[in-house]
């Protein structure tokens, strides 16, 4: 009777760590399940689709601002020269609304989405009292914060999409589109041009790796969605105004944003490729750091609520 105790005993605990090995090392599938839950809840939110609303305006605006102060002699009118890259080009070819467009929303538009989105991340599921059923799932902490950086880094490629779309849209409207010139002087096709503005589409989404890293970071600190996005856009201002700064221009090239603008250099030709090198390296390097500091809060974290 004993042995036999003993032998259920054994097959107990064989069961449970069986069970203990399935928490794991869960399923690949559904591994894949829940990052598409991740992506169908940040995606169906009204906040995200306000977000990318805003983004999709901005193309708009600039458009109709270009075309309302547009001289007879199709070029633009008070302070055509001014504003953000290549606006005075876009009364002659409407590709060019693609290129300011993204200029203009990627100092501040677009890593303030990619802030509320990553900020809420964490500290949102906190607050609502869902992490904890997130973690009792076999997924562990990890696998987690990767499918949250991940569904983040989505948002930071579909919304500079939206914004490059938008902007097409409305360049082919209200402008002529055709061959281009390059910031150097060259002449290109439109099929050139078109691949070079997706190219430069990639590039600036690429360039928000950095603050969605830390964003992330930020949303394991607190249990407080609006406290977590407060802090990413705020510091967000800070580095942008500090950037502006000519005193601290030796610490400059270490901000995230210093050479967010450097895309331009894809339409030069020959392409210029040091800042954009620079850029994407900086960019990795952000993402490594704040990464793994987002990983060691998480892991460590405790989660009573």
């Known amino acids: 009777m004993s042995q036999a105790e003993l032998g259920l005993s054994q097959s107990e605990r064989g069961l449970s760590q069986a069970e203990a090995g399935v928490v794991r090392a869960p399923n690949p599938l559904w591994t894949f399940g829940l990052l598409r839950s991740e992506l169908l809840t940040t995606f169906r939110r009204w906040r995200t689709l306000a977000?990318?609303?805003?983004?999709?305006?901005?193309?708009?605006?600039?458009?109709?601002?270009v075309k309302i102060e547009?001289?007879?002699?199709?070029?633009?009118?008070?302070?055509?020269?001014?504003?953000?890259?290549?606006?005075?080009?876009?009364?002659?070819?409407?590709?060019?609304?693609v290129f300011t467009a993204l200029a203009a929303t990627l100092p501040f538009f677009l890593p303030m989405a990619i802030g509320v989105v990553a900020g809420d991340a964490i500290a949102g599921e906190a607050n609502a009292g869902t992490l904890r059923y997130l973690l009792v799932a076999p997924a562990g902490r990890t696998r987690l914060l990767l499918t949250k950086y991940a569904t983040t880094m989505a948002f930071c490629l579909l919304a500079t999409l939206v914004v490059a779309v938008s902007a097409l849209a409305v360049g082919a409207l209200l402008f002529p589109l055709g061959d281009l010139t390059t910031i150097s002087g060259t002449r290109i096709g439109f099929g050139e041009g078109l691949g070079r503005a997706l190219l430069i589409a990639l590039v600036v989404a690429a360039s928000l790796t950095g603050i969605a890293a830390l964003g992330l970071f930020i949303s394991t600190l607190t249990n407080s969605g609006i406290a977590a996005m407060a802090t990413t856009v705020g510091l967000l201002i800070t580095v942008q105004i500090l950037d502006q700064i000519p005193q601290l221009h030796a610490l400059q090239p270490y901000f995230f944003s210093h050479y967010w603008l450097s895309f331009a250099d894809l339409m030069r030709d020959p392409v210029y490729w040091d800042d954009l090198v620079k850029n994407l390296g900086l960019q990795a390097l952000y993402a490594a750091v704040f990464g793994s500091a987002a990983w060691a809060r998480f892991t460590t974290k405790d989660i009573s609520v």
């Open 51 to 65: 977000l990318l609303g805003v983004l999709a305006g901005v193309p708009i605006l600039v458009g109709v601002a």
């Open 70 to 97: 547009t001289r007879g002699d199709g070029q633009a009118g008070r302070g055509g020269g001014a504003g953000p890259a290549f606006i005075a080009q876009i009364t002659n070819n409407g590709l060019f609304l």
